[in-house]
């Protein structure tokens, strides 16, 4: 099993101050967290910095993602290391996924920047049921929708700051790897973990 931080952005999401180096030390430093995706906003670049910076350290996860900005709110990609078009439809933003074999998640549905409605018939792969910056009632919304749709719920932090990372994580029924933690996700093999709650912190900016 491995705690991975599922939602994550450093300074290059422009909206976030972490960087590529606070999230490796902090990420080595913890008891229990071992592993994380690298979401940021339309870009990559995060991503490959924390990966570099983390092959000194055998022991952690980093896993590409992407937090994809579309026309009807905000779609997580994890696997891909490549970014579709900004404000793509969000049917054009899944094909992209799936003809990567990029997992979809489903981030913060019903919060600022969710896709709402549109959750109900997406193509995806998980739910975030709990993401640290949005309200409970949000995430109770996001849960229903994971279970209507039969979906595995995943958890993340969507830390913007260094003291919001790991303040949510899912545990993974999983090998320490990128396939293994994919494969694991799309089975269900998971559990979402909350450890603080940050209400009212800006949740209109960041996302
Ligand atoms: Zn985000």
Redesign the pocket.
């Known amino acids: 099993m491995i705690r991975v931080d599922l939602?994550l952005?450093t300074k290059f999401?422009g909206d976030a101050v972490i960087t590529p180096k606070q999230v490796v030390d902090a990420l080595y430093a913890h008891p229990i967290v071992k592993g994380v995706a690298i979401?940021d906003?339309d870009n990559l670049e995060g991503f490959f910095q924390v990966r570099k910076l983390a092959k000194s350290y055998e022991d952690l996860l980093i896993i590409p993602g992407v937090?994809v900005s579309t026309t009807q709110g905000?779609i997580?990609l994890l696997g891909t290391e490549e970014k579709p078009a900004y404000m793509a439809e969000l049917e054009n933003v899944a094909d992209y996924a799936k003809g990567r074999a990029a997992l979809i998640i489903i981030?913060?549905p019903y919060r600022v920047?969710g896709i709402g409605d549109a959750a109900e018939e997406t193509l995806a792969d998980a739910v975030e049921v709990v993401n640290a910056?949005a309200t409970p009632q949000e995430n109770k919304l996001a849960e229903k929708l994971a279970k209507a749709r039969n979906l595995p719920g995943v958890a993340?932090s969507?830390a913007?700051r260094p003291d919001q990372m790991w303040a949510a994580y899912t545990e993974i029924d999983a090998e320490p790897n990128v396939d293994s933690v994919l494969k694991a996700i799309k089975n269900g093999q998971v559990k979402a973990v909350q450890t603080k709650h940050y209400l009212n912190v800006g949740t209109s900016f960041?996302?």
């Open positions: 939602h952005h999401s979401t906003h937090e905000d997580i981030p913060h920047h910056l993340g969507d913007h960041n996302h």
